[in-house]
């Protein structure tokens, strides 16, 4: 069953431009996986420190794998000093 995932980046102040960066790195090699479906990265506009990443997987064993390749772990290393929170990321399913 498809799943979707929505993650929330909230920069620390002067970490918006390396938070943008890094989530242009990992777009490319993200949507060459087998099992990503889409991704898309947006930036609110009512806070400009504040990023989303919306994609959808093929399943849950692909978002599984996504999370052990490589570039995912370095983005997640990289952020981890970027951002002002926990990583704050939702599987989640269509209700209708």
Do not use: N
């Amino acid at each position: 069953m498809e799943l979707f995932i929505f993650a929330r980046f909230h920069a620390k102040p002067g970490k918006e431009a390396e938070l943008e960066a890094a989530l242009g790195e990992v777009g490319g090699p993200t949507r060459a996986e087998p099992g990503c479906l889409q991704i898309g990265y947006f930036r609110a506009t009512s806070d400009a420190r504040l990023f989303y990443v919306h994609s959808r997987w093929v399943d849950e064993a692909a978002f599984e794998r996504h999370a052990t390749l490589a570039h995912t772990l370095r983005f997640l290393e990289k952020i981890q000093k970027l951002i002002d929170h926990p990583l704050d990321v939702t599987r989640a399913r269509p209700i209708g």
